[in-house]
């Protein structure tokens, strides 16, 4: 139900707390579709940057971070439709959304070193799954989520199917690890299963041409900016004061630290991204570890956890966020004044960097994985300067050269190990002492806690019963069907909270659904049987 409907759009004052692109999206949603004025919209932003976990920041000489990069396909239709009306940095009369299907039309992936083990290229050619194993895949996709529960994916295969080429493709590229929500692979196998026979190449995945934070994050910031969107960076909202009366959920106050509070009027709305992926994250150096942190450097849970204890529609922050143990993992970021890894690479491989996508080593006890995107990844990136990125799924047990936990080891530790499984420790040590390297290691807390095991109520809705002028958005308020931990969702959640309390005249649209297509359907199941 709308509730503005006898109310003047032009009059309203929307206050979106998160800078992530949810927020960024509503941002332009409210501007273009629900009529609200630029300058009537506030983004307010703990840190000092723009972009959540779509992030890319550094340059040449002190090195480059990606804490991670966002999977994307064709088939994102909230996604692309919004940057569709995005002008590029590079050249404003190119949408990014057009920019990037260029740049996907040049380099197209076909990873030919996917899997390794001690160091050679696995035969991918078969996902390696049982009878018994195809069994239970094709019948997840078909029974209902709620019969799932909250039963982890290792309730549901059986243990030897954690050590097929299947899975470590699969969790390795989307993040999943045995005691993930069921519920979740559930969805990703129906969203994603058009894919599934490609998937051990990366067929079908796409990129932006530069990492996501200047190829999105820049172009929608200058794009708000020049329709009046007003930006309040280094601002932290405590808490926020609700009316309950009638049935009704209003928002009546924002509180804020260091910052006098904001008393919402009879016009005036809230959307509230709550949960991080990488809040609370901590960058190491190539000498230093990065530090683990918890709920309490965290904005975003802790504002979500305060509101969550005032009603039951405000979903189960705990659920999420209270086994970080089983939620983090540890990513790195390599910049080099020098070819040798890339040129190693290259050759190794059979790809030119932009075209191979994730490397993925089996034997590694961190499950180890990293990309070589196209170069430049950063548009500020000097042309001898090469990049990659890495992470581990396992950052607990100690390393299979370095004898420490990835959680405890350096930037250079992590690349010691790395160089190791590869069997190139010695091509690299020159390299190394010249200092012509830096790897700069992301701690994050939260990073796979969206796949924590949930039930139905653990994300609120995006808009909650009852409420007149308050929305959740983002990964953890719930869009039945789509799957969180892509850009999809994100914005699929900003068009829900616009459109639903705002009468625009447009609906939501349609999620791609692939397993309403046979063809897709019977591709997926030859490629399992292989």
Known sequence: MKTNIDKNPKDASVYLIGGGISSLASAVYLEKDAGVPGKNIYIIEKDNILGGACDGAGNSEEGF???????????????????????????????????????????????????????????????????????????????????LGNSRIEDWFDSRFFDTNFWFIWSSLFAFQNCSSVAEMRRYLKRFIHLVNGLHKLGGVMRT????????????????????????????????????????????????????????????????????????????????????????????????????????????PDVFCKNIDLQKWYSFTATMNDTTFHDYMENFSGNVDGTGGLVTLVDSNWLMSFVIARQPHFPNQLDDVKIFWGYGLYPDRKGNFVDKTMAECTGAEMLEELYYHLKI???????????????????????????????????????????????????????????????EYSVRTAQMAVYGLFETGKTVHPMYEPTHNPIHLIAAMEAIRS
């Open 425 to 487: 420790q010695n091509l690299m040590k020159p390299v190394t002492e010249a200092h012509k390297i830096n790897c700069i290691p992301v701690a994050m807390p939260f990073i796979d806690s969206l796949f924590m095991p949930r039930e139905r109520g653990d994300r609120p809705d995006v808009i909650p019963q009852g409420s007149t002028n308050f929305a959740f958005l983002g990964q953890f308020a719930e869009a039945p069907k789509d799957c969180v931990f892509t850009v």
């Open 65 to 147: 971070v990606v804490r991670g990069g966002r999977m994307l396909e064709m088939h994102y239709e909230c996604f692309w439709e919004l940057l569709s009306h995005i002008p590029s940095l590079e050249d404003p009369n190119v949408s990014v959304r057009d920019e990037s299907y260029e740049f996907n039309k040049r380099f197209v992936p076909n990873a030919q070193a996917r899997l390794l083990n001690m160091g050679k290229k696995l035969d991918v050619s078969s996902y390696g799954l049982s009878l018994g194993q195809q069994a239970d895949f094709v019948k997840l996709i078909f029974v209902t989520e709620r019969s």
């Open 209 to 316: 041409k530069y990492n996501q934070y200047d190829s999105v994050i820049r172009p929608m910031k200058k794009y708000l900016e020049e329709k009046g969107v007003n930006f309040s960076m280094g601002s932290e909202v405590t808490d926020i004061d609700f009316d309950f009366s009638d049935g009704k959920k209003t928002a009546t106050v924002l509180h804020f630290v260091d910052q006098s509070d904001i008393v919402l009027g009879s016009n005036d709305f809230v959307f509230f991204t709550n949960g991080s992926i990488t809040d609370a994250s901590d960058q190491g150096t190539w000498n230093t570890a990065a530090i683990l942190h918890g709920v309490s450097e965290s904005g975003s849970w802790t504002l979500w956890k305060k509101i969550a204890e005032k009603d039951p529609y405000f979903g189960h």
